[in-house]
């Protein structure tokens, strides 16, 4: 099977197995996709993740702007890779993601496509018909209430009010209403 990996990380020739605290897999692993274009929004500068994408029934990638211009502000002039293996990768339902497969043993890699402009290249991809891009300004209010409620959530898991983790000042930056929302119901 071919899938893919992106990163910021260059100059590799295998892709090793490693432990994700944020992973819902409790093992080393070596995570990659399936969708080319999915592997493209990991290509990721922050020192947090907050990707709102989903896998749409036809198993299409989608990606969710969660605030106006989030994939410009996120992926504008973000320089990185996508890998491409083949292996006999494995799918496990406790990713989540459909078009997720893992290997837990280092995956030798069989050509490095680089990419100058992240933001660019999804870009690319959406007019290629291989993801969606669903804009802010687009959203639909039920779309604007998942976000509400996902925002939110992740404000109270990680318990962001504190001020400890990555997330807590881009969160309270972009969502200052659901981070005070938030507070005023903990």
């Known amino acids: 099977m071919i899938a893919y990996h992106g990163t910021t990380v260059g100059n590799i020739s295998m892709l090793k197995p490693f432990d994700n605290p944020h992973s819902s897999l409790k093992f080393p692993c070596v ?8 592997s493209a929004i990991y290509i990721w500068n922050k020192p947090y993740k907050w990707m709102t994408f989903e896998i ?3 198993g299409l990638p989608a990606y969710n702007e969660s605030f106006k211009n989030g994939l410009y502000e996120f992926y504008n002039g973000v320089k990185g890779y996508i890998y491409t293996c083949e292996s006999d990768f494995e799918f496990d339902s406790n990713t989540n993601i459909k078009c997720a497969v893992i290997s837990k043993n280092a995956v030798p890699i069989k050509a490095v496509e680089n990419i100058e402009n992240a933001y ?4 690319q991809y959406e007019q290629q018909g291989q993801i969606k891009i669903n804009r802010f300004e687009e959203l639909s209010d039920e779309q604007i209430n998942k976000n ?4 939110i959530g992740t404000i109270k898991k990680l318990k962001l009010v504190k001020g400890e983790h990555p997330l807590s000042n881009f969160v309270k930056e972009k969502f200052p209403v659901y981070w005070d929302e938030a507070l005023s119901t903990s």
């Open 31 to 38: 995570y990659l996709s399936t969708s080319k274009a999915l």
């Open 56 to 58: 749409q029934e036809d």
């Open 120 to 123: 660019e290249q999804i870009l």
């Open 148 to 151: 509400r409620n996902m925002v």
